[in-house]
Every structure is written in C-alpha cells, then in structure tokens.
C-alpha cells in the first residue's frame, strides 16, 4: 500500500456480495480471454430491444450440459462487454433462459434460476439505464438493498446481497428473467429520458 492510498482509507464494501453458498464467478482468467478483442468479435451478439417478445416472456429453467451452459454463458460477456454493460440477462441475446450475470464492480457472478428474496422497504429514485432500451434511461424507485437467491452451474444453491446499484442491478436481471424491463416501472414516460453524448457513464451503467 502506498501513502496515497492510506490516506484515501479502506477501499468501499463491495456493491455485490456472497452471503451464502459459493456462486459461479467468472475468474480473472475467463474475464480476460472472454474480454479479449477477438473472442468479443466472433462471440457477441446483437442486443436484443425492447419490443421484441424474448424480452417480454417470461424465460425457462435451462436444462443443458455444463458446456452449453458455459458456451452461452461466455456470448452473454462477449456481448456485455461490446456493449459496456455491467450486467446482462439470456433473453437479451435471444436465449429464453433463466441465466443472468451481475458483474457491478466486476463481482462476475453468474445467476441461474435467480429469484429476489428480499427487498428493503426504503427506496431512493435513481437513475437506470438498459442495453435493450438503447439511447435512453428512466429515473424511477428501487429499493436501497436486495436479497438474491440463485443456483450455480452444479445446480448449488447460493445467495447474494446488494447495496444502492448492487441491487439494482441484481432486481433488474432477475425481472429480465420475468419478461419485465425497467420501464415497465416508471410511473410515466416523462421519466424517460434521451442519453445525452456527455452521459457516457449512464450507458455504461446499463444492463
């Protein structure tokens, strides 16, 4: 540790966090190799928008091998990563699967079967954005801290927690699965708004 980071302090608690159970994570290997330029180029796919009915549909329990599990798994990041999100749900890539990542502070936790335990009471507006509503965000409540419970791809079951945008973006995903988007909860479309050029950070805060 330096002097300028101790005098910055302890780093944050993580945004996303295991509180029971050991999730499937993307690694530190996987993340650079499903990173990479090339494999980016021939694995992503084209986002899914809004108004195509995977999105709207309520999506299925999969039932695969553990390779076509990690095959789809690995064109979800591809495709995240073209489009600088930090979170991504099957059904955005055309896949009607119960599958999601939620990599807020790049926590890589692959989510199959996720369902919300619980959510806080407290909510604050925020800001949210989304790789299937492409050029817009909403501002709409969502609650401060959220309980997840999913399976890993042993069929293990685990559980994770999330502050302020760790559990937003795990409410998120875990609606995508349900067919529902963010949208569907903004109390009127004037809390739809156009991304601007200098919002940058707003997109790549999309899931």
Same mark, same amino acid.
């Given at each position: 540790?330096?002097?300028?980071?101790?005098?910055?302090?302890?780093?944050?608690?993580? &945004?996303? &966090?295991?509180?029971?159970?050991? $999730?499937?994570?993307?690694?530190?290997? &996987?993340? #650079?190799?499903?990173? /990479?330029?090339?494999?980016?180029?021939? /694995?992503?796919?084209?986002?899914?928008?809004?108004?195509?009915?995977?999105? !709207?549909?309520?999506?299925?329990?999969?039932?695969?091998?553990?390779?076509?599990?990690? #095959?789809?798994?690995?064109?979800?990041? %591809?495709?995240?990563?073209?489009? /600088?999100?930090?979170?991504?749900? @099957? $059904?955005?890539?055309?896949?009607?699967?119960? +599958?999601? +990542?939620? =990599?807020?502070?790049? %926590?890589?936790?692959?989510?199959?079967?996720?369902? *919300?335990?619980?959510?806080?009471?407290?909510?604050?507006?925020?800001?949210?954005?989304?790789?299937?509503?492409?050029? *817009?965000?909403?501002?709409? =409540?969502? $609650? +401060?801290?959220?309980?997840?419970?999913?399976?890993?791809?042993?069929?293990?079951?685990?559980? +994770?927690?999330?502050?302020?945008?760790? #559990?937003?973006?795990?409410? !998120?995903?875990?609606? !995508?699965? #349900?067919?529902?988007?963010?949208?569907?909860? *903004?109390?009127?479309? @004037? =809390?739809? !708004? $156009?991304?601007?050029?200098?919002?940058?950070?707003?997109?790549?805060?999309?899931?």
């Amino acid at each position: 540790m330096t002097e300028e980071e101790a005098e910055q302090g302890p780093p944050p608690p993580p &945004r996303l &966090r295991v509180t029971k159970g050991s $999730p499937w994570v993307i690694d530190a290997s &996987r993340r #650079a190799k499903w990173s /990479h330029p090339e494999f980016v180029v021939t /694995h992503a796919v084209e986002i899914r928008q809004i108004g195509d009915p995977v999105l !709207h549909a309520a999506a299925k329990k999969p039932r695969l091998a553990r390779a076509e599990l990690e #095959a789809i798994v690995a064109r979800m990041f %591809a495709s995240m990563v073209l489009a /600088h999100g930090v979170g991504i749900a @099957a $059904p955005q890539i055309g896949v009607p699967l119960r +599958i999601a +990542i939620m =990599d807020v502070d790049d %926590a890589g936790i692959v989510a199959i079967e996720p369902e *919300l335990e619980w959510a806080s009471d407290e909510v604050e507006e925020t800001s949210e954005g989304c790789l299937s509503v492409k050029g *817009l965000y909403g501002m709409l =409540d969502r $609650p +401060i801290a959220a309980r997840v419970r999913a399976e890993d791809i042993n069929g293990k079951r685990f559980v +994770i927690e999330g502050e302020e945008f760790g #559990a937003q973006c795990m409410i !998120h995903e875990t609606e !995508h699965l #349900a067919g529902i988007l963010y949208v569907d909860r *903004l109390k009127s479309r @004037a =809390d739809l !708004h $156009p991304v601007e050029t200098d919002e940058e950070d707003r997109e790549r805060e999309s899931a």
